[in-house]
Every structure is written in C-alpha cells, then in structure tokens.
C-alpha cells in the first residue's frame, strides 16, 4: 500500500506539489512526446523517492531499526542539527527523513560538450532554470541518452549522484548509500545539499555549485572544530586542491586550442595531446610530491573528454570568490548569506566580474605555494 503521509502530510504540501507539477505539465506540452517521456521518468522517479521516506526520528525510536543503521542515523542527526544552529542553513525537513531506494545513486547526470568546446549542453527546466546537465533516475536511461548525444557528435559524460536538492520544494531526505559513508562525508553532503536550499540563482550552474561547495568546505572545517577534531589531513586537501587546478589548467589550455585557428583536424590532435599531458602531470604529481597516493587514479585513467571536465569547472569555479567574501564579513554566516543574495542579484556579467576580482583578491593574499 502506498504510504501518502511523507508527500501529503498536509494542505501545503499538497499545494507545494501542485504549484510544481503545473508548470512541468505547461513544458510538456509545449516540447512535446520528447519532452513527455523525459519529464515522466522525473515524475515517476521523484514520486518513488517521496514514497520511500520514514522520519529519522521514528526510526531511531523504533526498537526493530538495525542497530548499526540507528548509530548512521544519529550521526546524521547530530550533522543535521549543526548545519540549521551554527552554518545558519534551513531548519525544515530535509534530512531529517531517510529513504532507501535499493540502488548506489538517486539520479545519474548526463553532461555534453561539442567535440572541439568546453561550452556545456544546457537544458532548462520550469523550477530549476538552466542546468548543464540532464538528470535520470533510471542508469539504462541515462546511458541510453548518452548514446543517443555520442550518435550526434558530442562529448559525454554519465555520473552518479548520491543526493540532490529540490530546493525546498519536497523534505529531501538522506539515502541508504549515504549511510555507508563516513560520518564526515556525510555532513558535508548534507552542508551542500542545504545550501541550495538556503540561496539558488536560476540559470547559473558555476555559482549555484560553488556557493554549496564552500558552504560544504567551511561548514565541515567547523563541524570538525565543534567535535574537538582537528583539521583535516593537510595531505588529502593539498590534494584534492591540486588536482583541482591540474584539470582547470588543462580546461584553460584546451580553451585556447578549440578557440585558435587551427583546422578541426589539427584541434582533434591537439586536444588528445592535451589529455596526454595531463594524464603525465598527473602520474608526476602522484609518484613525486603525493609519494604514490593515487587518490584520482580511477578518474584520470578512465576515457577523458570535454564532458568529464564539466564538473569541476561548474563545481569549483567561484569557490575562492565565496572564501573572501566569507573573509570579509568576519565569517559572520547570515552576513556571508546576505553578500551572496546580493551577488546572485546581479546581471550574469556584473556578477562574474565581481566574482573574478573577489577570487583575484583571495589569490593574491595567499602565500604564493598555495596560489
């Protein structure tokens, strides 16, 4: 029998979805049967999801909840409560349901490219805007979509996705594969998550996904500070930084190459050559200053094109602008929000402009290993 309380607990509730759904009804039938079967497997999806959701509260009451899914739960609560006390994010729902849909991943992201461009396939959607990707919850469909952009010409890249935020629209709610994580991880995803939740700008990816990552970023720093922990390992974020700005050069370098004046054959060549270097960049890297770790091993070795690069330019672009900002109210966490609010209010080129001079301004504080 379905269980109807999590989605329609209520009138609002009721009305929320609604107010949603009729929009998605008004794109289908203006992009037709296309349209129809894409925005059907959202709905169908979404509403499996809704279904699956349990408080996390009556679930660590219930003396018949495995005991080691009630400590995961726990801890996910302790995250939760953090995230609305001290990083000032929304104090709703989400998070506080748990839903287990038998699978590793929500959704998988197809993100497209044309061959010679780093300019995403964008794909816009009633609620959400313009997004750089396309979302299904089915992995034989993404795969099957990604086929069908391959036919066409275009770079392609499928990935998993672990949670995802509706933007307060639905109680999102933590997801069994979520639980298997280690505790830290966990609360960043839930720091990310309600970001989005806390400010979206419609039709600007970089920023929404940056914003969440420095949230995530900074509110696990403190998470950490708050438990008596100390900071994380020196190593794994030097890391992780690293590589970040090896695949950025690499983006910047394959932009020169798809805008200069060779021939399209010339730029093909070019353009393997370039993931040539950095796959040896990589393997110089890990084998000299990370002393063997190979954290990126899977990644790097794997099939490269324009599309797996997406990712880390629309997750990472902006994040040492939000690091100054942050700086500069005195990591006061409502006036970093109010300065944000204010920057996704701007027209999209004053906005990257100001972004630009406030991670310029970051950079240029920083000592110059770690520019």
């Not at 992009?31 to 999801?49: I, R, T, V």
């Not at 990935?159 to 639980?179: I, R």
């Not at 990816?205 to 438990?227: H, I, K, L, M, P």
């Not at 942050?326 to 906005?351: H, M, S």
Request: with cysteine.
């Amino acid at each position: 029998m379905f269980r109807l309380y999590p989605l329609l607990r209520s009138s609002q509730a009721l009305d929320r979805f609604f107010r949603g759904f009729v929009p998605v009804l008004g794109a289908l039938l203006l992009n037709g049967c296309a349209s129809l079967g894409y925005y059907g497997q959202l709905a169908e999806g979404q509403w499996q999801l809704l279904r699956a959701r349990a408080p996390v509260a009556a679930l660590v009451d219930d003396p018949a909840t495995d005991p080691a899914l009630r400590q995961r739960l726990r801890q996910a609560e302790q995250a939760r409560v953090f995230a609305s006390a001290r990083l000032k994010l929304p104090d709703n729902r989400s998070y506080r349901v748990y839903a287990d849909l038998g699978r590793p991943y929500v959704v998988w992201n197809v993100f497209a490219t044309p061959e010679l461009s780093l300019e995403p396939q964008t794909h816009c959607f009633p609620v959400a805007g313009c997004v750089a990707y396309r979302g299904y919850y089915r992995q034989g469909a993404a795969r099957g979509a990604a086929a069908l952009l391959r036919q066409d010409g275009l770079d392609v890249y499928v990935g998993g996705v672990e949670a995802y935020s509706t933007l307060g629209w639905f109680d999102d709610p933590l997801l069994a594969p979520m639980l298997a994580w280690g505790e830290e991880r966990l609360a960043s995803l839930i720091f990310h998550e309600l970001a989005h939740q806390r400010f979206y700008v419609k039709d600007d990816t970089a920023f929404n996904e940056s914003f969440a990552t420095f949230v995530e970023q900074e509110g696990t720093r403190q998470w950490r500070a708050a438990r008596g922990l100390p900071a994380a390992a020196d190593d794994s974020l030097r890391q992780r930084d690293q590589f970040i700005r090896l695949v950025m050069a690499s983006r910047e370098r394959l932009g020169v190459i798809y805008a200069g004046p060779l021939s399209v054959e010339a730029k093909r060549a070019a353009k393997q050559a370039e993931f040539g270097r950095l796959r040896a960049e990589y393997r110089q890297l890990r084998e000299g200053e990370w002393g063997g770790v190979g954290r990126y091993d899977a990644w790097v070795n794997g099939p490269l094109n324009n599309a797996k690069l997406l990712p880390f330019g629309l997750y990472d672009q902006w994040v040492p602008a939000f690091a100054q900002v942050f700086r500069q109210v005195g990591e006061d966490w409502e006036r970093f929000y109010e300065r944000v609010e204010a920057l996704g209010k701007l027209p999209v080129v004053q906005r990257k402009a100001a972004l630009s001079e406030l991670a310029s301004s970051l950079a240029s504080q920083l000592p110059q290993g770690q520019r």
